[in-house]
Nanobody
Framework: QVKVIESGGGLVQAGDSLTLTCAASGPTFSRASMGWFRQTPGKEREFVAAISINSENLRYGDSVKGRFTISRDNAENAVMLQMNNLKPEDTAVYYC????????????????????WGQGTQVTVSS
């Protein structure tokens, strides 16, 4: 099991950048595939980005491609989401998720496949 805590959210203006950090604890982080999702009221959780254990496999949602970058530091038990050129439609609660017990190249965009979730961090982008 991996416990994850998100941080770095806030209120920014359109065009600004923001970096979210997911701090993970537990002995299995280095063996977990990680993902970021976001959700707005009344909508389903939306896939944002995912990264494999060895960072060789990356995947992005269509709405964030070219603007967001996911990375991880296994030595620091952290996953980061660099968000550039933010838009008002990026406003959401952002969640970090972990999928353990997988091989080093495993990656998934499907929320129910993840085992552990954080409480989320709010990102608000004003126009």
């Amino acid at each position: 099991q991996v416990k994850v805590i998100e941080s770095g959210g806030g209120l920014v203006q359109a065009g600004d950048s923001l970096t979210l950090t997911c701090a993970a604890s537990g002995p299995t982080f280095s063996r977990a595939s990680m993902g970021w999702f976001r959700q707005t009221p009344g909508k389903e959780r939306e896939f944002v980005a995912a990264i494999s254990i060895n960072s060789e496999n990356l995947r992005y949602g269509d709405s964030v491609k070219g603007r967001f970058t996911i990375s991880r530091d296994n030595a620091e038990n952290a996953v980061m989401l660099q968000m550039n050129n933010l838009k008002p439609e990026d406003t959401a609660v952002y969640y970090c998720a972990a999928k353990g017990g997988v091989n080093e190249l495993y990656i998934t965009t499907i929320a129910p496949f993840y085992d552990d979730w954080g409480q989320g961090t709010q990102v608000t982008v004003s126009s």
